[in-house]
């Protein structure tokens, strides 16, 4: 996954040797970790579903400082947070998984 794609999307500064914000490799870490459970434990992220970690990595930065919040008013403008990040995707990864599931093959030893 091209890490500068989040950056962009972000409009944080992309060019060489330039990482303004560290916390956004351990977001992704995190958001790539949580994929991986969610498809079962998977080993590595397929390539169809590397637009699930940008999207909820972009959603997850927009939320620092905010954490545990599910909406905020403030001087007549509201904000408001799913709890989920993944719920927007979750028939992607269950379409994903279902496919790997039927494609798939089982060996007994």
């Known amino acids: 996954m091209d890490k500068n794609v989040i950056k962009r999307l972000l409009n944080m500064d992309t060019s060489e040797g330039c990482d303004p914000v ?4 351990d977001i992704i870490s995190l958001v790539e970790a949580q994929l991986k459970n ?10 169809q579903l590397e637009y699930i970690v940008v999207n909820v990595t ?3 930065f927009n939320q620092i400082g905010d954490e545990g919040k599910s909406s ?3 001087e007549g403008e509201s904000a408001s ?10 028939a ?5 998984v ?3 599931v039927q494609g798939g093959k089982i060996t007994f030893l």
Do not use: C, H, K
């Open 22 to 25: 560290p916390v956004l490799d």
């Open 38 to 47: 969610r498809l079962g434990g998977a080993d590595t992220i397929p390539a």
């Open 58 to 60: 972009v959603a997850r």
């Open 72 to 74: 905020m008013t403030i």
């Open 81 to 90: 947070w799913l709890t989920d990040l993944f719920q927007p995707f979750e």
């Open 92 to 96: 992607d990864i269950q379409r994903y």
């Open 98 to 100: 279902n496919s790997s």
